[in-house]
């Protein structure tokens, strides 16, 4: 007597590989916060490396990167008006 022959199933291909975060998007969402114009550079490059490898990240880049101009503007604007407000107060000494 032989023992049972179990057909064998064909072998499927592999699932699909999930793909990651982009790294750079991340860093692109917390330099935002930490010095926004780092947050710009990095956002640009994870845009550009979502786009040629397919990672996910996308969001996260873009909001990186509005933030980032957002914050960079802010802190311009600011500047501007403290060089303004010091400016304007060391013209003004009474003798």
Do not use: C, W
Not at 16 to 41: D, H, K, Y
Not at 76 to 84: A, K, M, N, P, R
Request: aromatic share 8%.
């Amino acid at each position: 007597m032989s023992q049972p022959s179990y057909a064998e199933h064909p072998r499927s291909s592999a699932a699909p590989a999930v793909r990651g975060t982009n790294v750079m998007a991340i860093l692109s969402l917390v330099f935002a916060f930490v010095f926004s114009p780092v947050g710009i550079v990095l956002g640009h490059i994870a845009k550009k490396q979502i786009r040629r490898t397919g990672e996910q990240g996308s969001g996260l880049a873009t909001a990186g990167l509005v933030l980032s101009y957002i914050f960079t503007i802010l802190g311009i604007l600011s500047l501007i008006v403290f060089v303004f407000i010091v400016a304007a107060n060391s013209g003004s000494t009474a003798a």
